[in-house]
């Protein structure tokens, strides 16, 4: 009986500590859902969600940097590692690596999870599928964020999750 009640014991640490292999998937919606949350009957979050909603769509989605001034100010602090502040900055590292596709309607290709507005903020919440470090025949998903702070409807300031690259391995002798 005892050992059998350490064997259980036992297995209920190992199952209890061994990390986990399955996951819920995040999941986003898109079109006029995810057009939807990027609303508020507040009018001054409205119109910040509205700015971050055409950032989402017409810059990101749609790489249509050249109506960058109209949602984004010229001073635009970037806390992405990756891209210097300013809105010039800012438009020269996106339109370096992609081309302007038709403005659409709704968000297409971008799933929404959440859109948070508080005071001059507004946060995007979005699914990401990236390898499994602990297989990399999968997938999973987890959320990435993008975060602005407005000035007078337009992206100010810019927080995100992203980090540098790993660095390349050395080179062989």
């Known amino acids: 009986m005892k050992t059998q009640l350490a064997l259980l014991i036992s297995l ?9 292999i399955s996951q819920e998937p995040v999941v986003g919606v898109t079109g006029a859902e995810a057009d ?17 909603y055409h950032i989402m769509k017409d810059l990101l989605e749609a790489n249509h940097w050249e109506l960058a001034d ?6 635009y602090h970037q806390h992405n590692p990756m891209v210097v502040s300013g809105r010039d900055p ?14 659409p309607e709704h968000l297409t ?14 946060i995007v919440v979005t699914p990401r599928e990236l390898t499994n470090p602990r297989d990399p025949s999968k997938k999973y998903t987890t959320s990435w964020f993008d975060m602005w702070r407005f000035k007078d409807g337009k992206a100010d300031e810019h927080w ?5 690259p790993a660095p390349p391995p050395p080179k062989a002798n």
């Open 109 to 122: 290709k971008t799933k929404i999870v959440a859109v948070v507005a508080e005071g001059d903020l507004v």
């Open 70 to 75: 109209k949602w984004i100010t010229p001073e």
């Open 90 to 103: 800012v438009v020269k590292f996106f339109t370096s690596f992609t081309k302007p596709s038709d403005i």
């Open 36 to 52: 939807a949350l990027f609303a508020s009957k507040d009018p001054k979050l409205n119109v910040n969600k509205q700015a971050a």
């Open 12 to 20: 209920a640490i190992l199952t209890a500590c061994s990390p986990a």
């Open 160 to 164: 995100d999750g992203a980090t540098l």
